[in-house]
Structures are given as C-alpha cells and as structure tokens.
C-alpha cells in the first residue's frame, strides 16, 4: 500500500461527516437554534480527525518528506496551498469554538457566525479532497523509491497510535493545570 492509501480512506469518513454537517446546518437554519451537542461533535471531528490526525499526517510527514525533494514546480504551488487551506479551516474551526461559547452564554447573534463558519468548512472540504486525490496524491507517489513509501506508511501507522494518547494526555495536564 501507498502512503497515500490511508489518507485517501481517511478523506471517504471525512466526506461523510461533511453530508452530516451540511444536513445538521439545515436543521439549524430552520430551528433558528444551534444544537450544541452536534457542534461539539463538528468541532472534535474536525480538530481531531481531519486536523491532527489526517492532516497531521500531511504536513508532519508527507509534506515534510517531500520538501526534502526537488519537486515540480506545480507540486509545489499545490502543497502551499494545501498547507493554507489546512490553516484556513483550523481558523474556521476556532470561530465556531469561539461562537459555540457565545451561544451557550445566551448570545443570539452567536448562531449565524456558527452556521457561516460551518456552512465554509462544508464548501471547503470536497474541493481540498478532490485536490489531493486528484492532483497531488497519487503523483507525488513518483517522487519517493518503495522504501521510502514503506517508511512513511509505517510512521503514519505509529503517528496513528499515539494520537490518541497525546489527545487525552493534553485533556488530562488541561485539567491538572486548572484544577491542580
């Protein structure tokens, strides 16, 4: 398997958490109430899976391996701009944190910045994902030698693992800190 294989199957439940969300915003739209246990769901699944588990992978070492390359210069322009993108969304993310808080604290206007910054990740996610599946993942395949995709497809295996702990590790010293 391709390094990228994982990836690719990572962006089929990243697509299907979308759908949710586009018909979750209806549902906002018309309660004119956001649900916020379904934010708190949108916000962990986009921070944790897509963010730092999926593009994590990216950009920690798909990205990082092939800046170590002498790439085309297209390849290039399309990393960059993957990389933003990735910027782009954990900014929208942090919108929806920051509206989320304002919503539970009574804040009525708060619901349209949620709805705004969701409905953006929606828009953004199937062309980023049609981006790398179609243009950039497979091609960048080329750039590597089959021991270099065996050592990044076992790294991403070991950067799978620990996620999990680093997530809840970093839950747990938040709590320590706050609550000593």
């Known amino acids: 398997m391709m390094p990228v294989g994982p ?3 990572e962006h089929r439940l990243i697509e299907r958490m979308i759908r949710i969300m586009a018909r979750e915003l209806g ?12 934010v708190d769901t949108v916000i962990d699944f986009i921070r944790t899976y897509a963010d730092r588990c ?3 992978k990216e950009e920690d070492i798909l990205f990082r391996d092939l800046a170590k390359k002498k790439i085309s210069g297209e390849h290039q322009r399309i990393m960059q701009e993957l990389i933003e993108e990735h910027k782009m ?9 920051e509206a989320k808080q304002q919503c539970v ?5 708060s619901l349209q ?3 705004s910054n969701i409905e953006k990740l929606v828009k953004f996610y199937p062309k980023h994902i049609e981006k790398e599946d179609k243009r950039f993942f497979l091609p960048c395949m080329s750039y590597f030698t089959d021991a270099e995709k065996d050592t990044m497809l076992n790294e991403m295996r070991e950067f799978d693992r620990n996620m999990i702990h680093e997530k809840y590790g970093k839950i ?3 709590y320590e800190k706050n609550k000593g």
């Open 7 to 9: 990836l690719m199957k």
């Open 27 to 38: 549902n906002m739209k018309k309660d004119e109430k956001a649900d916020i246990v379904f």
């Open 54 to 56: 999926h593009h994590g």
């Open 89 to 97: 969304g954990r900014n929208n993310v942090k919108k929806v944190v």
């Open 105 to 109: 604290n009574g804040n009525k206007e």
């Open 113 to 115: 910045v949620i709805v």
């Open 172 to 174: 747990v010293e938040t």
